[in-house]
């Protein structure tokens, strides 16, 4: 029987942590926002009114957190049901504040790590038994109040009743979409998402200057694919450069031995160069583009020419057909048809081997995307669009390696992953079963 949550603690106060804090109260929960100084906390707190939109009640909001230090007020969660923890990105400075809740908190309360990258497992080793079965991930994504995505995993020793409480919370309380994640590295989203992104920065450079740019790559990848409008670099400017690097370390430190991603993790020598000058992207000033304002009081727009490494004019891009929806784009015969079923048509076929490993189904996979990434199908959704058919006999005529997922669909004799309008999606034992509401 799931446990009700009527009360949050959130341990960090910066953008996550804050995030966090916001939802929870606009919800009606009471928050207690702690971080390392009352000050801090404060700020956190005045983070939150200050991006609030404008229809939203502010003071209502601020009346119900309350802020304070680790110092002098974490006695407090005592009384409190959910505390997430939310504070860097550093596995010792994790596991020493749970050292330190532990002791403090009611039975029955829920703890959760809210982490990117670090594992569930090492957090919960050597912590005792009681935690370990109130202990989960939980992964917001940011913005916190726009993104719809929260990740949720479980450890080996979590209640099933810890997740069942989390879950119900997040959805009827927060609004949220749960995915469930396995407890392995980046989890759903940032496993497939970021694998994208890598490979895109590796697979895109024999293909800049075949007829295609940096400008039209992003085109590319964008609406004509369902992927949003940033494209690759674009996305990747969003993102920062220096946040990718560290994304591309974790994944080489703890992907399997025999993942593909492993042959992307380090950054090609041009975004190498642009990592050691800080040009991170828009939050350096300038990434992949930049916008420069002219002595007329108008704006110019410029690329980072990964080929001469120089900036330029960014280029206007006009796509015509075949390049403009995802059928007809990843089987054309030329480099944009080529350069999209290699790297799109790579990350599906990447997903398609990762159920279980990351995900116990697909469903789970595709609302990960569309949730955290807002690609507007999932991908499997977008196999389905293609034709699972189409994508196994290419490969076969290719001489490459069909995923698991498709050689299921292939051995169950059907032609697509989801039927009957979406509301029943094909499961690992080649059987079809109805997709959990949302």
Known sequence: M???????????????????????AEAGVPVLLLDMSKDLADQ????????????????????????????????????????????VENLAAKRGLLDRVEPLRHPGSIVTTNTSGIP????????????????????????????????????????????ESLAHFFRDRLGKGVVHAKDTVNFIGNRIGCYWILSGF?????????????????ALMGAPVGLPATGLYGLADLIGLDVMALIARNLAANLPADDPGLAVTSLPPAEAGMLERGQFGRKSGGGFTRVSRNPDGSRSREVFDLTT???????????????TDAASLLFADDPAGHFAWTLLGGTLLYAADLVPAIADDIVNIDRAMRWGFNWRQGPFELLDLLGPDRVIARLEHEGRHVPSLLQTLRDAGVSTFYRNDGSEFLGRDGAFHRVPSV
Do not use: Y
């Open 120 to 163: 569930l497992h090492d957090l919960a080793q050597g912590q005792p038994a009681r935690l370990r079965r109130d202990l989960a991930v939980t992964h917001f994504f940011n913005p916190v109040r726009i993104m719809k995505l929260v990740e949720l995993v479980a450890g080996t020793d979590t209640d099933p009743e810890t997740i």
């Open 309 to 323: 490494e120089t900036w330029r004019p960014a280029q206007p891009v006009q796509l015509h057909a075949p390049h």
């Open 202 to 218: 590796h697979i895109a450079k024999p293909f800049l200057g075949q007829g295609l740019n940096q400008e039209t790559i992003d």
């Open 2 to 24: 799931a446990r009700t949550i009527d009360s949050v603690a959130v341990f960090g106060a910066g953008t996550m942590g804050s995030g966090i804090a916001a939802v929870c």
């Open 44 to 87: 956190g707190l005045a983070r939150i009114i200050a991006t609030l939109p404008g229809d939203v009640d502010g003071a209502a909001i601020a009346a119900q957190i309350t802020t304070g230090s680790f110092a002098d007020d974490l006695g407090r969660i005592a009384t409190i049901d959910w505390m997430c923890e939310a504070i």
